[in-house]
């Protein structure tokens, strides 16, 4: 098996989940509902969970701590998308952005329950039952909003437009894709970019948004190979500046 | 000028004439009670409610607001509205004598879901299912099915198929709650780590 593809397939994953995670729960105490509150931080906090089950794995192929991984590294050792990292803005961009992560996440690990890299299998199966959840509630606010007032389809098309480009970069290619297909391990992104599109646009029916044109729409890439945008930095010096006072302190 | 205050804005304007109009309509989202089975096996009890604009968000918001701690194994929604209740009792009266007797000509249409209060202050929790064909009608049945020694103090019925179940798909939603024990402030054992905190810069 190549460590190296699959390495880089678990540190994008869990560099995923953590970035989103950290985003996501920036709206704890500023929800708009103090029931949509409570669900977004929980699910923040279920993204993070995940993220430190990946990093278990690394650690098991000889990468470092979870810990170390996940407050030590600075931003050009990311893997994750740009989209994860983009500032949350309005909720509006926020429940857009859950919507088109959590829809390809639950997907990925849908793929990933069947991996001949058994650990990734039987995590990929544990947490089917949380991405269940995210993508019910993902899939409930579009079909509210998107179908509710003239404002709030209005900034959800917005929302929708802006991100797109982004979400695309979900779909990066990663230089072992051809090993990841060959070996089992996953099916690889083109497979999975194939998949979400048409989830996307099924649920996005059921609503009045409207998807643009696929062929029009310009991936922004980057992400995967540590090129991010100016908003991971300050991200991770917030996230890790309590961990770095004293890293060696027992919680 | 519209107030900041939505009670001012509510008020009305004092001896206009005008039209009869149909009252305004909420301005905010309407509630959801909130029922909860802790185990498999064990009788389904209100936890609480949400607010929320139809019954689905309402399910979907009552999960992590009611079921985010502690076991569960199924959840039920159902419009604040569609929930019906007796008159409340306390001291030794038991709130059957109030019911009617059901009438012999029932035509059993509906199924309900009658709740029970044991105890006052506590919730109410799922005493069984019976067949009615009104909330008034399905309290005489339970009369008739569940009144026993013990004393109740107050009954809720609800029509069956106004409630927003989980899905049999949806059944593995708690699988991996009983693992999030960092919800549980208990299992930090923050006076644990004081003590040895204390202990440790004290012999220093």
């Known amino acids: 098996m190549n460590n190296l593809a699959l390495k880089e397939l678990l540190y994008k994953i869990a560099d995923d989940q953590l970035i989103l995670g950290h985003r996501n729960s920036e709206w704890t105490g500023f929800g708009p509902l103090l029931e949509e509150d409570i669900a977004f931080s929980s699910m923040a906090q279920d993204k993070i969970g995940q993220s430190q089950a990946l990093y278990t794995l690394l650690h098991q192929l000889g990468e470092q701590q979870p810990d170390t991984l996940a407050f030590m590294r600075n931003a050009n050792q990311f893997h994750n998308c740009i989209l994860v990292e983009l500032p949350n803005g309005e909720y509006d961009f926020s429940l857009i952005r859950h919507f088109l992560f959590d829809t390809a996440e639950a997907m990925r690990f849908e793929l990933l329950s069947s991996s001949s890299y058994q650990p990734l299998a039987e995590l990929a199966r544990k947490v089917r039952s949380e991405l269940r959840y995210h993508t019910l509630h993902a899939n409930i606010w579009m079909k509210q909003l998107g179908s509710a007032t003239e404002e709030s389809i209005q900034r959800l098309q917005r929302s929708l437009e802006f991100a797109l480009p982004y979400a695309l970069g979900m779909f990066e290619k990663s230089p072992y894709e051809s090993d990841l297909i060959a070996q089992g391990i996953f099916e690889g992104e083109e497979a999975l970019a194939v998949r979400w599109k048409k989830k996307v646009e099924d649920i996005l029916q059921q609503t009045s948004l409207h998807l643009p044109e696929w062929k029009i729409l310009t991936p922004v890439l980057g992400g995967r190979v540590g090129d991010h945008s100016e908003h991971l930095q300050p991200l991770l010096d917030e996230m890790s500046e309590v961990f770095k006072i004293d890293p060696q302190a027992e919680w | ?204």
Request: proline share 5%; net charge neutral; hydrophobic share 35%.
């Open chain 2, 1 to 204: 000028m519209a107030s900041i205050d939505p009670r001012v804005n509510r008020l009305p304007e004092i001896g206009k004439p005008g039209l009869i109009q149909p009252k305004a309509p909420l301005d905010q989202l309407g509630t959801f009670e909130v029922f909860v089975q802790p185990k498999e096996g064990k009788p389904f009890q209100h936890e609480g409610s949400v607010h929320a604009p139809d019954t689905e968000m309402a399910f979907v918001l009552a999960k992590e607001t009611f079921t985010r701690r502690f076991t569960c194994s199924s959840l039920y929604v159902v419009d604040t509205r569609d929930v019906y209740v007796s008159p409340i009792t306390e001291g030794d009266r038991n709130v059957y004598e109030l019911i009617h007797d059901a009438a012999a000509n029932d035509h059993e249409k509906y199924t309900f879901e009658i709740y029970h209060l044991n105890k006052r202050g506590k919730q109410h929790t799922h005493a069984g299912t019976v067949s009615a064909s009104s909330h008034e009608g399905a309290m005489a049945k339970a009369k008739q099915q569940f009144n026993s020694d013990k004393i109740i103090y107050n009954i809720w019925s609800i029509r069956t198929d106004t409630i927003r179940f989980t899905a049999a798909e949806e059944m593995d939603l708690w699988l991996t709650l009983p693992e999030k024990k960092f919800r549980d402030a208990a299992d930090y054992k923050g006076g644990e780590k004081l003590k040895e905190f204390l202990k440790k810069t004290n012999h220093a």
